[in-house]
């Protein structure tokens, strides 16, 4: 059976709408986030919601600006379980700068 045939269309359009009836305006995404992790673990996946360090990534000489006023900057990892890497999505409710990992800008696991 190839991917297509495989997608559950009826869960999908299911998850789609509960999603869009969430409010989730830009700078307060973590709801939305929220049920994706939910969503998510109940499938078995494992879900990493986390926030990043705003005051770090705004220090950043990179720093393109921002979109709208917030006060947090949340993402989402989701892995599927066990020793191998299997990352299958990131989401991020805006996107951080690439390879600003350091130990003081490092997300925060809260949930």
């Keep these: 059976m190839d991917a297509l045939h495989a997608l559950d269309t009826e869960a999908l359009a299911r998850d789609a709408a509960a999603m869009v009836r969430v409010p989730s305006v830009t700078g307060?995404?973590?709801?939305?986030?929220?049920?994706?992790a939910a969503r998510a673990t109940a499938l078995g996946l494992e879900a990493d919601?986390?926030?990043?360090?705003?005051?770090?990534?705004?220090?950043?000489?990179?720093?393109?600006?921002?979109?709208?006023?917030?006060?947090?900057?949340?993402?989402?990892?989701v892995s599927l379980p066990g020793e191998l890497p299997g990352r299958i999505a990131r989401l991020l409710a805006a996107r951080p700068y690439p390879r600003l990992q350091t130990a003081s800008s490092r997300p925060k696991k809260v949930r």
């Design 49 to 77: 919601l986390h926030e990043h360090d705003l005051t770090a990534l705004r220090a950043h000489p990179g720093h393109p600006g921002e979109e709208a006023s917030r006060t947090s900057l949340w993402g989402l990892t």
């Design 28 to 36: 307060d995404e973590l709801p939305a986030l929220e049920l994706l």
